[in-house]
C-alpha cells in the first residue's frame, strides 16, 4: 500500500501508536523531569483533562501537582478547588508558590453539584488550573468535561478512586497516583497517554519544601543537616509520617 500524505495541518494531528502524539495543544512542565520525559509534549496537557486515579482522595495530591500550579499562579493565574476532600493549609501552599489570594476554594458536595460547577470553572474566561474531585463521575459527564476542557488555557485535573481504572475515559491522560514504600516516593503508573504504552511506574522522590517542612520528627531523632533553602528529606525513621506531609495542606482549619 502507498504510504499516505496528508496535509501538514493534519498530519500534527495524527499519531502512531510506537511514537508520543504531537498535539497541538500547549502542554505545562510537571516539574518532574522524570515525568516530563514520558508526557506527551513534555508536560502536563492544556485544553485537556488529565485524569488522577488514587486509592485514596488527599494523599499526595500536592507533592504530585504543586510544581505545576506554581508555574501557573507565577503567570498570573489562579488555582481552583472543587470538592477537595480537604481545606488546603495555606502556609505551606505559600512556601511553594501557591499564595492564599491565588487559591480558590470551592465547596460542592453532590455529583451534580461537582459537574455544575466543574464546568462553570472550565468555561470562565480566565487564566486558571482547575482541580476537581469527582468520585461518581460517569463516563458521559466526562466526555462534556472534556469537551469543555479544549476551550480553558490552563491545565484540569480530575481525581477519581482507582476502580474507575476499568471504565473508559475521554480524558486523552489518565495516571494511577501512589506511594511507595519508606521512603515514600511518588509512584505513577501512565494508563493511557498519546505514546506508547509505559509498563514500569514512575517513581518521583519529590518532596517540595514548603510541605516538606511539615514533616513531624521522630521521638529522639535529630534532623539531618540540610542547605539553607533546601526540604530536609525523609528519612527512614519516618514510616508513619509521609501522611502528615501529603495532608498537611489539607487540614480543616487551617
Known amino acids: 500500500m502507498p504510504p499516505l500524505f ?20 500547549p502542554v505545562l512542565s510537571s516539574g518532574h523531569a522524570l515525568l516530563d520525559a514520558e508526557l506527551p509534549g513534555g508536560g502536563w496537557p492544556c485544553q485537556a483533562l488529565t485524569e488522577v486515579l488514587q486509592a485514596q ?7 504530585l501537582l504543586s510544581p505545576a500550579l506554581a508555574r501557573v499562579v507565577a503567570r498570573g493565574g489562579h488555582v481552583l478547588l472543587l470538592g477537595a476532600p480537604w481545606r488546603p493549609q ?26 455544575w460547577a466543574t464546568e462553570q470553572a472550565l468555561k470562565a474566561g480566565c487564566l486558571s488550573a482547575v482541580l476537581s474531585w469527582l468520585p461518581q463521575a460517569r463516563a458521559e459527564a466526562l466526555r462534556r468535561l472534556q469537551a469543555c476542557a479544549t476551550q480553558h488555557a490552563g491545565p484540569v485535573f480530575v481525581f477519581r478512586p482507582e476502580r474507575a481504572a476499568q471504565e473508559a475515559s475521554p480524558a486523552p491522560l489518565r495516571v494511577h497516583l501512589g506511594l511507595g514504600p519508606c521512603p515514600h516516593p ?15 511506574a514512575i517513581e518521583l ?3 517540595p519544601q514548603g510541605l516538606a517542612a511539615l ?33 498537611a495542606p489539607a487540614w480543616l482549619g487551617a
Open 186 to 200: 511518588l509512584l505513577l503508573r501512565l494508563l493511557k497517554r498519546r505514546g506508547p504504552l509505559l509498563e514500569h
Open 57 to 63: 482522595a488527599g494523599l499526595a495530591e500536592w507533592r
Open 90 to 115: 495555606v502556609a505551606a501552599l505559600s512556601r511553594e508558590g501557591l499564595p492564599a489570594d491565588r487559591l480558590i476554594h470551592i465547596d460542592v458536595h453532590t455529583e451534580a453539584e461537582r459537574l
Open 205 to 207: 522522590p519529590h518532596w
Open 6 to 25: 496528508l496535509p501538514p495541518h493534519l498530519a500534527q494531528a495524527v499519531w502512531s501508536g510506537h511514537a508520543f502524539g504531537a498535539g497541538l495543544a
Open 215 to 247: 514533616l513531624p520528627a521522630s521521638p529522639g531523632a535529630r534532623p539531618p543537616a540540610v542547605a539553607p533553602g533546601h526540604p530536609r528529606p525523609a528519612t527512614h525513621e519516618e514510616p508513619q509520617h509521609h501522611a502528615a506531609l501529603d495532608r
